[in-house]
């Protein structure tokens, strides 16, 4: 905190600014968004202030570092059948039908049904507990 003061016209003029200091981290944020090609539909997390690390998924939480929890209408479409190696996973984790992991910032679902669709992803912590930060978007599959 800088305190500033300033004498104007005789009258003394304080003002107190927050300045963050050069190791405070910024909450991590992200954005969705789909793009349709033919009977897929790729989702693509855009990051902000959040890395992803995958060689250390499943150990000690690192601020600002984790994975991507990725989920289509509630985790309906999250199935080795919908989202391939990512549904895979969820399977051999127990969470398939919940979300999809992933440790890139893209995950391709395929065979949705025609229609409007809530696409959901999370930003987690090593640990799979949740960062705070989410995107949604609802779209259609044409």
Do not use: W
Not at 60 to 82: I, P, R, T
Not at 118 to 125: C, E, G, I, R, Y
Request: proline share 4%.
């Amino acid at each position: 905190m800088i305190k500033l003061s300033h004498l104007i016209a005789g009258a003394a003029v304080v003002a107190a600014v927050a300045v963050p200091s050069a190791s405070a981290a910024m909450a991590p944020s992200v954005k969705l968004s789909a793009t349709q090609m033919g009977m897929k539909v790729a989702l693509t997390a855009k990051l902000a202030d959040f890395t992803i690390d995958a060689k250390n998924v499943g150990k000690a939480n690192v601020a600002g570092k984790g994975h991507l929890h990725f989920q289509v209408d509630g985790g309906k479409y999250d199935y080795e059948k919908y989202s391939g190696p990512n549904g895979a996973l969820a399977a051999k984790l127990g969470i398939a039908g919940k979300y999809s992991p992933s440790v890139t910032p893209k995950v391709t679902y395929t065979g949705l049904p025609k229609g409007k669709h809530t696409a959901m992803v999370f930003l987690v912590n090593n640990d799979h507990s949740n960062t705070g930060s989410s995107a949604k978007l609802v779209f259609m599959v044409k």
